[in-house]
T-cell receptor, first 116, second 113 residues
Framework: DGGITQSPKYLFRKEGQNVTLSCEQN?????MYWYRQDPGQGLRLIYY???????QKGDIAEGYSVSREKKESFPLTVTSAQKNPTAFYLC???????????????FGEGSWLTVV | EDQVTQSPEALRLQEGESSSLNCSYT??????LFWYRQDPGKGPEFLFT???AGEEKEKERLKATLTKKESFLHITAPKPEDSATYLC??????????????FGKGTMLLVSP
């Protein structure tokens, strides 16, 4: 089945530790995104990538890093510099066509990260 | 700066009691307005995209409408399985040709039997 797969579903991080969240899609989508969701807040954009080997910072990129070495994969690393990483992380993707209005963004099932 | 405001924050309905959720937005050049449904602990599920004022889309008990300033998600005769958080997002025009979504905080809907 086509879709977006995030792993792990639940992850615990110790203070000072870097952790990586995986996101893989088999939809042949060009663009991929990472959002963070906190209770009572809207989804906030961390990073996005329109094409392989290129990515841009979103609204809350500090303390996070990404890579886009393959079209299908867009892993997110939560570094020790992120002071409040406990949240629900959502990966998303969409087909990008220059000038096309409003391509739909589809989401994975999310990953819960908790600092212990 | 693009802004999306959803109201009410939470809504409790009896089964069969129709109502509407509101999404007000300010954006420089709307490319699309999106509605998603999110169940607890899950990723958002796509419902509708609206592109221009006057447009309407329907899916089962849900109907989305769009004006130049806001969108409504009308829920007709809701059932308990319609209970979820409904998210609204806008996609704005960008000089680079690329654009991302700006989300509202959502409306949490609870439908009681």
């Amino acid at each position: 089945d086509g879709g977006i797969t995030q792993s792990p579903k639940y992850l615990f991080r110790k203070e000072g530790q870097n952790v990586t969240l995986s996101c893989e899609q088999n939809l042949n989508h060009d663009a991929m995104y990472w959002y963070r969701q906190d209770p009572g807040q809207g989804l906030r954009l961390i990073y996005y990538s329109q094409i392989v080997n290129d990515f841009q910072k979103g609204d809350i990129a500090e303390g996070y890093s990404v890579s886009r070495e393959k079209k299908e994969s867009f892993p997110l690393t939560v570094t020790s510099a992120q002071k409040n990483p406990t949240a629900f992380y959502l990966c998303a993707s969409r087909m990008h066509r220059q000038g096309f209005t409003g391509n739909t963004i589809y989401f994975g099932e999310g990953s819960w990260l908790t600092v212990v | 700066e693009d802004q999306v405001t959803q109201s009410p924050e939470a809504l409790r309905l009896q089964e069969g009691e129709s109502s509407s959720l509101n999404c007000s937005y300010t954006v420089s050049g709307l490319r699309g307005l999106f509605w998603y449904r999110q169940d607890p602990g899950k990723g958002p599920e796509f419902l509708f995209t609206l592109y221009s004022a006057g447009e309407e889309k329907e899916k089962e008990r849900l109907k989305a409408t769009l004006t130049k300033k806001e969108s409504f998600l009308h829920i007709t005769a809701p059932k308990p399985e319609d209970s979820a958080t409904y998210l609204c997002a806008v996609q704005a025009s960008a000089n680079s040709g690329y654009s991302t979504l700006t989300f509202g905080k959502g409306t949490m809907l609870l439908v009681s039997p």
